[in-house]
């Protein structure tokens, strides 16, 4: 099965300093899709960020940016001027080539200290 | 323009009870999808539907559950007999295949089977 690697369970960072979340990612294909999704307390999934895998420029929202590595099949996810309203729980996700399945990765939890 | 919706938003019934949840999609999306989320396993995609015909239903955990789709604007995922280990949340999310392959998140329902 195709899969969705989150290496780090928990991180945590102080307000108003940068953090970076890691994910990497399985695939035998050339073109897919990539995504960061962010789950608060209320359990809510918002989208944060996505990538098309054909695209080399690496996409960024605001205080939101990606680093991504597709040799490596890297994924990463970089916060910028940490707030506390950013303390969720985060995804990686994949489409699934060939169908329309979102594959997730188990999350990293991210706390924001004040 | 309203996001996904789901109905209801907590639900806690009894070992044996019918339960029966609803989503509505964006308006115009032609995708839809049934994901569970427990602490064991994560984020499960149940089942999905493209211009309301099911397309991969290979998550469904066993014949309790069922999900219907009879119109563009609503779905159902029924789960008869329920039991304790249904307890979850369940999310429905949609997307407008082919041109967009971002999933849109509903709130969840959350369940709890005693």
């Known amino acids: 099965a195709q899969t969705v690697t989150q290496s780090q369970p928990e991180m945590s960072v102080q307000e108003a300093e940068t953090v970076t979340l890691s994910c990497t990612y399985d695939t035998s294909e050339s073109d897919y899709y990539l995504f960061w999704y962010k789950q608060p307390p209320s359990r809510q999934m918002i989208l944060v960020i996505r990538q098309e895998a054909y695209k080399q420029q690496n996409a960024t929202e605001n205080r939101f940016s990606v680093n991504f590595q597709k040799a490596a099949k890297s994924f990463s996810l970089k916060i910028s001027d940490s707030q506390l309203g950013d303390a969720a729980m985060y995804f990686c996700a994949r489409v699934q080539g060939g169908s329309e399945k979102l594959v997730f990765g188990k999350g990293t939890k991210l706390t924001v200290n004040p | 323009d309203a996001g996904v919706i789901q109905s209801p938003r907590h639900e806690v019934t009894e070992m044996g009870q019918e339960v029966t949840l609803r989503c509505k999609p964006i308006?115009?999306?032609?995708?839809l999808f049934w994901y569970r989320q427990t602490m064991m396993r994560g984020l499960e995609l149940l089942i999905y539907?493209?211009?309301?015909?099911?397309?991969?239903d290979s998550g469904m955990p066993e014949d309790r559950f069922s999900a219907k789709m009879p119109n563009a604007s609503f779905s159902t995922l029924k789960i008869q007999p329920s039991e304790p280990r249904d307890s979850a949340v369940y999310f429905c999310?949609?997307?407008?295949?082919?041109?967009?392959?971002?999933?849109?998140f509903g709130p969840g329902t959350r369940l709890l089977v005693l």
């Open positions: 308006s115009g999306h032609n995708s």
């Open positions: 999310a949609s997307t407008l295949w082919g041109i967009q392959e971002t999933q849109y």
């Open positions: 539907f493209n211009n309301n015909v099911p397309i991969d």
